[in-house]
């Protein structure tokens, strides 16, 4: 089993900046890929950016430029650097990791992070 939590949310002014941490523990050897999907209320949960195991990132069209996705395998964490927030960026926050291609399938969660971004 792998565990994730989440830290860093809150309440920012446009254009502010916000980190988010996410922490794994447990069975920390499954983990493959990890990223950050958003959830605004009424919307669809998106992905936000992805890193893969080896240090590949996408990102969201809308958050290239200003969001970094970052990743310390030391540490077992991922990070997400959010600048020039927008309130468009008002969401709750959702760490997510998947499992090395070579075991069975299986995603992992965080337990979601508000972040409000005030206009």
């Known amino acids: 089993q792998v565990q994730l939590v989440e830290s860093g949310g809150g309440l920012v002014q446009t254009g502010g900046s916000l980190r988010l941490s996410c922490a794994a523990s447990?069975?920390?050897?499954?983990?493959?890929?990890m990223g950050w999907y958003r959830q605004a209320p009424g919307k669809q949960r998106e992905l936000v950016a992805v890193?893969?195991?080896?240090?590949?990132?996408n990102y969201e069209d809308s958050v290239k430029g200003r969001f970094t996705i970052s990743r310390d395998n030391a540490k077992n964490t991922v990070y997400l650097q959010m600048t020039s927030l927008r309130p468009e960026d008002t969401a709750v926050y959702y760490c997510?990791?998947?499992?090395?291609?070579?075991?069975?399938?299986?995603?992992?969660w965080g337990q979601g992070a508000q972040v409000t971004v005030s206009s």
């Open positions: 997510h990791a998947n499992t090395r291609p070579w075991l069975p399938s299986r995603d992992y």
């Open positions: 447990g069975s920390i050897f499954r983990i493959n890929d």
């Open positions: 890193i893969t195991s080896d240090g590949n990132t």
